[in-house]
Nanobody, 116 residues
Framework: QVQLVESGGGLVQPGGSLKLSCAVS????????MAWYRQAPGKQRELVAR???????NYADSVKGRFTISRDNAKNMVYLNMNTLKPEDTAVYYC??????????WGQGTQVTVSS
């Protein structure tokens, strides 16, 4: 069973940066497409960034140029570097496989709040 533990969220001012981490167990990040998703209050969960097994990345238009997804195969971790944060980036952030039907077991997520 895949287990996902997200961390690194917090309160940050607009224009600031955060780095999110996702510890993955029960599945190897090196051979699976992994992604970051987010869910803002009152909105559906959305795909933010993904990386396939070959390391190719893809980003939502809203975060392109500001967010970077990466992974550490040795540690079986996935990361999301977030720069130039905006209030509209406020959400709970989750990592999971891509597509999500490959793993229905979501982690608890990590809250990111961008506010002055």
């Amino acid at each position: 069973q895949v287990q996902l533990v997200e961390s690194g969220g917090g309160l940050v001012q607009p224009g600031g940066s955060l780095k999110l981490s996702c510890a993955v167990s029960g599945s190897s990040v090196s051979i699976n497409a992994m992604a970051w998703y987010r869910q803002a209050p009152g909105k559906q969960r959305e795909l933010v960034a993904r990386m396939n097994s070959g390391g190719i990345t893809n980003y939502a238009d809203s975060v392109k140029g500001r967010f970077t997804i990466s992974r550490d195969n040795a540690k079986n971790m996935v990361y999301l570097n977030m720069n130039t944060l905006k209030p509209e980036d406020t959400a709970v952030y989750y990592c999971n496989k891509f597509p999500t039907w490959l793993n229905p077991n979501w982690g608890q997520g990590t809250q990111v709040t961008v506010s002055s």
